[in-house]
């Protein structure tokens, strides 16, 4: 019913800048929280930054001043500014929302399929 689709990924160099989106789509009524998540080889998945509706905000300790999250509603997307990038930000980011589909009572969880991020010299 619903799909979140990540683009923006790549290959990038220490200090470069990359900016991550994720679009919703679906038989959507609202969307509640959206966030970025990222999980490195062998590392567990980690929240990186989280956005409420409203446009409060959530960050891990590690990317805070580097990286920002943002969304516009009107189009059911979330982006993450990444700059500053350093090697250990080096993992596939998984967008998240929590999204209450047409007809339904309550939301529910989602999660895109992932995009690559390498950051390498």
């Known amino acids: 019913q619903v799909q979140l689709v990540e683009s923006g990924g790549g290959l990038v160099q220490p200090g470069g800048s990359l900016r991550l989106s994720c679009a919703a789509s679906g038989s959507i009524f609202s969307i509640y929280t959206m966030g970025w998540y990222r999980q490195a080889p062998g590392k567990r998945r980690e929240l990186v930054a989280s956005?409420?509706?409203?446009?409060?905000?959530n960050y891990a300790d590690s990317v805070k001043g580097r990286f920002t999250i943002s969304r516009d509603n009107a189009k059911n997307t979330v982006y993450l500014q990444m700059n500053s990038l350093k090697l250990e930000d080096t993992a596939v980011y998984y967008c998240?929302?929590?999204?209450?589909?047409?007809?339904?009572?309550?939301?529910?969880?989602?999660w895109g399929q992932g995009t690559q991020v390498t950051v390498s010299s």
């Open positions: 956005i409420t509706r409203d446009g409060n905000t």
């Open positions: 998240n929302a929590y999204i209450q589909v047409v007809g339904a009572i309550w939301s529910q969880d989602y």
